[in-house]
Each structure stands twice: as C-alpha cells, then as structure tokens.
C-alpha cells in the first residue's frame, strides 16, 4: 500500500503546485469570468470523454504503457503552460485533465488488483495522508512563486511527473492481473454503461465521489472570488487550500472513526457537516474572515468524504469489469468539473456569489439524506 501512496502523493505533487495557479492565469488569459467558466465546461467535457474511451484505448495499448501516456501528457501540458504564450493555458489545463483521467482510470485498477478488500480503507487513509504535505503546501506556494518567476510552478509540476513515471516502473506492475490473464478481447466499455447504471451500490459510490468533488470543486473557484468580492487578498484562496488540504494529516483518526462507525454512518456525516457549514458561511458572508474560516472547516468533512466516498464502488465492482468499470467511475470528476461551474452559473443569475455556497450546502444535505440508504454492512471487517 505504501507504493500506491507513494504515486498518489508524487500525483499530489504535480497538481498542488498548479491548481491555484491555473485560475489565476486562466482569467489573465480570457479576460472574464464568464469566459473562464465557459473553458472549464469545454475542459471538463473533453476529460469526460476521454474517461469513456480509456478502455476502449486499453485494448490495443498496454495499461504499464497508458499510465506512462498519461504521465508524459501531464509534462507536456504543464509545458505548454509554462513556457509558451498565454493564448494556450486554456489547451494546457485540457491536457493536464486528460493526462489525469488517464492516470486515475489506470491507478485505480492497479489498485483493485493489488490491495484486499478488507484494506480499502486503509489504503485511501494512506493515499492521502502521504499526500498531504504536496497538498497542504502546493497551491499557496504556486501562487507565491508564480509572482516570483512564472515558470517556477510548472517546472515543480514537471519533476513531480518524472518522479511518478520513474517510480512506476521501478514498481514493475505490469500490465494488471485481469489483464495477462485475459483469455479474450474485453468487450466495448460503452457496453458497461448500462449494467453499471443497474448496480446500485456502484452508482451510489459514483454519485457520492461526484458530490463530493462538486463540493471541491465550488470552494477552490469561489472562495477566491469570494474573498477579492470582500476587499482580500487574491492569495487567500491559495491559503485556504493549502490549510484545508493540511487537514489531510487527520486522516488516521478519520480512518479510526470509518472502521469503528462504518461507510454508511462516515458519509452521513461527511455530506451533513459539510453542508451545513456551507450554508452557515452565507448567514455570515457579512463577516469574509468569519465565513471564510466556516468554509476552510467544512472542508475537514469533504476530506472525510474523500476516504470513505468511493468506498462503495472499490468494495462492489466485480473483478472481471474492474477496468470497463474504473473507466466509467473515474468520470466523476469530470462531470463534476462540468457541473460545478454549470450549476454556480445557473445560481448566480438569482443571488450573489455567496449564494453558491448555500446552493452548494443544500445539494451536500440533500447527499446525507440520500447516503441513509447505504448498507449498514458496507466496508466492515467480516468475522
């Protein structure tokens, strides 16, 4: 487990640095808010169907060789950015999307093939945890060297990839056990759609992950509008970040509460605390530090849900459509990476952008009635 870690936290790496470098360079680069929202949904779709063709593309490439693929197009677009005109960050954010659900889709077979059942759990604590220096760090200190030399974070996000490429192979994990042993051709991933849509508990897990990204993915984008729309800094959404991804060391005490609560009790309250502090930063959005420090703390809950969220679909998914099935889970981010923006779009038409958060903290309560559903049983050590 420590290996898969090890990977996650170098991917951590590669990301952090840049992930609140992007928006900033985005806005600079198209001129309005407006346009930035309308890139990510043209990004976001693209990563969306790049999920879906993964294994489509996995028939004919090896998996050792379609991870190393993603990898070298997350160092070509972090080159594009970095050392090109400013034109193309919008192409460069797209091939760093693709380049990650290429990653992702492969990772978590691999994953799927070498750790047990009973050590899911255990495995996300410490994929995180080891990823939690990369992320506490990365995206305050993206912003702080950006304005030092622009080019700073994008060489860190390139040596990060060349450290996970390296490190892979050193792993020597081939090309997955599903796959050498395969006797004949996996069918058409497009054909997995509807019997993944007829497993339940793999669409809970996909619903949950996507909410839970949703949920990311409004607090990194608009707590910094937030705060410049309140007279701050336009580094405190770095900080933020950084602060709320420092409380990825507290993943072993979550992990503690996951094993002795169990998946069902860890989402209900993922999704309600979460939620409700969401809401209770838009009662005091006349106070930005006040509202600002709630939504830094309900993010403790979103990285809850990070442990526990996919939990559902790693322990159900049978082992024979584990990459078809990866594929289509992976998508998660992507449609929430359309979504987000789409959905904030729609509730800034009606109320300011601290309405998003109230919008958002609704959605993630509405999760937490809906994750009453999920087994009892899910994820617990069977005696």
């Not at 490439?61 to 379609?66: D, N, S, T, Y």
């Not at 051709?185 to 996909?206: M, S």
């Not at 403790?300 to 998914?317: K, Y």
């Amino acid at each position: 487990m420590n290996s898969f870690a090890i990977l996650a936290a170098c991917e951590a790496s590669a990301r952090a640095t840049l992930i609140s470098v992007y928006p900033v360079l985005m806005y600079r680069a198209l001129g309005s808010a407006a346009s930035v929202s309308e890139a990510y949904v043209l990004i976001g779709c693209s990563g969306l169907a790049c999920a879906l063709g993964v294994p489509l593309l996995a028939r004919y490439v090896p998996r050792r060789w379609l991870y190393t693929l993603g990898i070298l197009i997350m160092i070509a677009g972090s080159a594009l950015g970095g050392f090109f005109d400013a034109r193309f960050i919008p192409l460069a954010v797209a091939l760093n999307s693709v380049g990650l659900v290429i990653v992702a889709v492969c990772f978590n077979a691999y994953v799927m093939d070498y750790v047990e059942r009973a050590s899911m759990g255990r495995n996300e604590s410490r994929r995180l945890l080891f990823s939690g220096i990369p992320w506490s760090v990365g995206p305050f200190l993206g912003v702080v060297l950006m304005d030092w030399h622009p080019q700073v974070p994008f060489l860190i996000s390139i040596f990060a990839c060349l450290v996970m490429l390296g490190f892979f192979w050193h792993l020597r994990m081939g090309d997955g056990k599903v796959i050498t042993s395969a006797r004949r051709p996996p069918a058409n991933p497009l054909r997995y759609l509807p019997r993944f849509f007829r497993q339940p508990t793999l669409v809970a897990g996909w619903f949950y992950a996507t909410m839970r990204s949703v949920g990311w993915s409004i607090y990194i984008i608009y707590v910094p509008i937030f705060a410049v729309k309140s007279g701050l800094s336009d580094q405190i959404g770095g900080l933020a970040l950084s602060i709320s991804n420092g409380f990825l060391f507290l993943t072993p005490v979550m992990l503690g509460y996951l094993q002795k609560s169990g998946v069902r009790n860890a989402l209900i309250v993922g999704f309600a605390g979460s939620g409700v502090l969401f809401v209770a930063a838009t009662l005091l959005s006349g106070f930005p530090w006040p509202a600002i420090a709630i939504l830094v703390s309900a993010t403790l809950f979103l990285i809850l849900l990070d442990i526990c969220g996919g939990l559902p679909f790693l322990l159900t998914v049978k082992p024979s459509e584990r990459t078809e099935m990866a594929a289509v889970y992976s998508t998660f981010r992507d449609v929430a990476s359309v979504g987000s923006p789409a959905f904030a779009w729609v509730v800034l038409v009606f109320v300011p952008v601290q309405g998003v958060f109230a919008a958002t903290g609704m959605a993630l309560i509405g999760c937490a009635l809906i994750a009453r559903r999920t087994h009892p049983g899910l994820g617990r050590r069977r005696h």
